[in-house]
């Protein structure tokens, strides 16, 4: 059962199309786990089907239909996208799985914790998968902007709350340190807005990878 | 018959016979919409291009016209019909009238394929078929899906257009000029809050149940 769901806002700017890739491979791979949100999702982009029949047609140039058929008929059909190799597969929502190669391999960020970057197109957004270990602590730390996080695998905790598969955690202003909970590594997808600022005494050490991600990501805006 | 709709007497009709009749007015106009439906379901059995065509004919200007809507040339507009037209082709089979309306599932195509036009530098878009193939938790429950899908489509339409101006206008935004709720704050000078408010609001018009509405 799912208790922490995305914000209404993000998810009505997923089903219109402005959210930047970050934040959309967030929503996508939350919605493929939550049915709540994924009907809410449905629901919002009804509201673009609406519009679609609303807007005054615009006409098209000439022969645009002509060019259409010549489309239809000299493009091979879509192939379905390659399942991931990678040993994750099994736990990766699938928007997620094509941003995981399957030679991806989880890198060391201090403190125990471990971490995929994610390869993201555009915008302003850091991702990257983390493994925390059964019991760990990801270093406490800090963000300009906003952190979600959607558990894959284990449990966390964090200011009161429990987070399990499914669930996002979304971290504001304060900072905040999120213990797993013993047994299986606890394995997150993060998406990040804005610089991370990492605090405390591990924390200070940690990370090369995400500063120099957050050095780049700036210089992108 | 639903319960809920009782014949009036004495010839008189009653508030719930004019229900009715309204209800049957939609859903005349549902199975009309629903054509489109039947199109999409002939491209896919039978590869029929009269059907295509007739598909393209109402869909293609609309699509152009609302890509246009976000600040796109008349070119780059029609350079995503294109794709979104082929890719319907293509995905035909795909469609499932149970869970969209026809003209839900098309915009859900060409809004993706603007994405990818936008992130051609980049990584192509999370596909629509991504996330419909990902369906790893059931749908919830919709006895009826289809006639509901579209009907509410229909009801949703004549809803829009009873909206309060401003309550619109955000929609607009957000639909047809990809900005999100910060991006229209921004512009209209308006507080964050504000803008998720008129959303809501209209969204809640719409008769839309937000589920689960945190903050
Ligand atoms: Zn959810």
Same mark, same amino acid.
């Given at each position: $059962?799912?208790?922490?769901?995305?914000?209404? !806002?993000?998810?009505? !700017?997923?089903?219109?199309?402005?959210?930047?890739?970050?934040?959309?491979? $967030? @929503?996508?791979?939350?919605?493929?786990?939550?049915?709540?949100?994924?009907?809410? @999702?449905?629901?919002?982009?009804?509201?673009?089907?609406?519009?679609?029949?609303?807007?005054?047609?615009?006409?098209?140039?000439?022969?645009?239909?002509? /060019?259409?058929?010549?489309?239809?008929?000299?493009?091979?059909?879509? $192939?379905?996208?390659?399942?991931?190799?990678?040993?994750?597969?099994? =736990?990766?929502?699938?928007?997620?799985? /094509?941003? @995981?190669?399957?030679?991806?391999?989880?890198?060391?960020?201090?403190?125990?914790?471990?971490? =995929?970057?994610?390869?993201?197109?555009?915008?302003?957004?850091?991702?990257?998968?983390?493994?925390?270990?059964?019991?760990?602590?990801?270093?406490?730390?800090?963000?300009?902007?906003?952190?979600?996080?959607?558990?894959?695998?284990?449990?966390?905790? !964090? /200011?009161?709350?429990?987070?399990?598969?499914?669930?996002?955690?979304?971290?504001?202003?304060?900072?905040?340190?999120?213990?797993? !909970?013993?047994?299986?590594?606890?394995?997150?997808?993060?998406?990040?807005?804005?610089?991370?600022?990492?605090?405390?005494?591990?924390?200070?050490?940690?990370?090369?990878?995400?500063?120099?991600?957050?050095? /780049?990501?700036?210089?992108?805006? | 018959?639903?319960?809920?709709?009782?014949?009036?007497?004495?010839?008189?009709?009653?508030?719930?016979?004019?229900?009715?009749?309204?209800?049957?007015?939609?859903?005349?106009?549902?199975?009309?919409?629903?054509?489109?439906?039947?199109?999409?379901?002939?491209?896919?059995?039978?590869?029929?291009?009269?059907?295509?065509?007739?598909?393209?004919?109402?869909?293609?200007?609309?699509?152009?016209?609302?890509?246009?809507?976000?600040?796109?040339?008349? #070119?780059?507009? *029609? *350079?995503?019909?294109? #794709?979104?037209?082929?890719?319907?082709?293509?995905?035909?089979?795909?469609?499932?009238?149970?869970?969209?309306?026809?003209?839900?599932?098309? %915009?859900?195509?060409?809004?993706?394929?603007?994405?990818?036009?936008?992130?051609?530098?980049?990584?192509?878009?999370?596909?629509?078929?991504?996330?419909?193939?990902?369906?790893?938790?059931?749908? #919830? #429950?919709?006895?009826?899906?289809?006639?509901?899908?579209?009907?509410?489509? *229909?009801?949703?339409?004549?809803?829009?257009?009873?909206?309060?101006?401003?309550?619109?206008?955000?929609?607009?935004?957000?639909? %047809?000029?990809?900005?999100?709720?910060?991006?229209?704050?921004?512009?209209?000078?308006?507080?964050?809050?504000?803008?998720?408010?008129?959303?809501?609001?209209?969204?809640?018009?719409?008769?839309?149940?937000?589920?689960?509405? *945190?903050?």
């Amino acid at each position: $059962m799912i208790a922490h769901h995305l914000p209404l !806002d993000m998810l009505v !700017d997923y089903a219109a199309g402005s959210l930047k890739e970050g934040p959309a491979l $967030m @929503v996508a791979s939350h919605v493929a786990l939550c049915a709540q949100c994924r009907t809410q @999702v449905a629901a919002f982009e009804a509201v673009g089907g609406a519009l679609l029949e609303e807007v005054r047609p615009a006409p098209l140039s000439e022969g645009a239909f002509e /060019r259409a058929l010549a489309g239809i008929d000299s493009r091979p059909p879509a $192939m379905p996208a390659p399942a991931s190799q990678h040993d994750l597969a099994a =736990i990766l929502p699938l928007p997620l799985r /094509r941003y @995981v190669p399957a030679k991806a391999r989880w890198k060391h960020a201090g403190g125990g914790v471990r971490e =995929i970057g994610l390869k993201l197109g555009e915008g302003p957004h850091l991702a990257v998968l983390l493994r925390i270990p059964g019991g760990g602590v990801m270093a406490k730390h800090r963000h300009t902007g906003l952190e979600f996080s959607l558990v894959l695998q284990g449990a966390f905790t !964090d /200011r009161g709350a429990r987070y399990a598969p499914g669930d996002v955690c979304l971290a504001a202003e304060p900072e905040h340190e999120p213990l797993a !909970d013993a047994g299986v590594d606890c394995i997150c997808l993060a998406v990040i807005d804005g610089p991370i600022v990492l605090t405390g005494r591990i924390g200070r050490l940690l990370n090369p990878w995400l500063r120099l991600k957050a050095k /780049r990501a700036a210089a992108r805006r | 018959m639903r319960a809920g709709f009782r014949l009036g007497t004495a010839g008189r009709l009653w508030p719930a016979q004019l229900a009715l009749q309204v209800l049957e007015k939609s859903v005349e106009k549902a199975i009309q919409e629903d054509r489109f439906g039947d199109l999409i379901d002939a491209v896919a059995r039978r590869r029929d291009k009269a059907a295509f065509r007739e598909l393209f004919r109402h869909f293609a200007p609309r699509l152009k016209s609302f890509c246009q809507r976000g600040g796109g040339s008349s #070119e780059a507009a *029609e *350079e995503i019909v294109q #794709e979104a037209m082929v890719s319907l082709w293509r995905k035909a089979g795909t469609f499932d009238r149970s869970r969209a309306s026809a003209s839900t599932w098309i %915009y859900t195509i060409a809004r993706n394929k603007r994405i990818d036009t936008l992130r051609r530098a980049g990584k192509p878009a999370l596909d629509g078929d991504d996330y419909a193939l990902a369906r790893q938790a059931p749908m #919830e #429950e919709r006895p009826d899906g289809m006639l509901e899908a579209v009907q509410s489509q *229909e009801k949703l339409r004549s809803l829009l257009q009873d909206l309060p101006r401003e309550q619109r206008l955000v929609l607009e935004k957000a639909y %047809y000029e990809d900005k999100t709720h910060s991006d229209i704050a921004h512009e209209l000078g308006l507080p964050l809050g504000t803008v998720k408010s008129r959303i809501r609001l209209a969204l809640g018009r719409l008769r839309i149940s937000l589920q689960g509405v *945190e903050s």
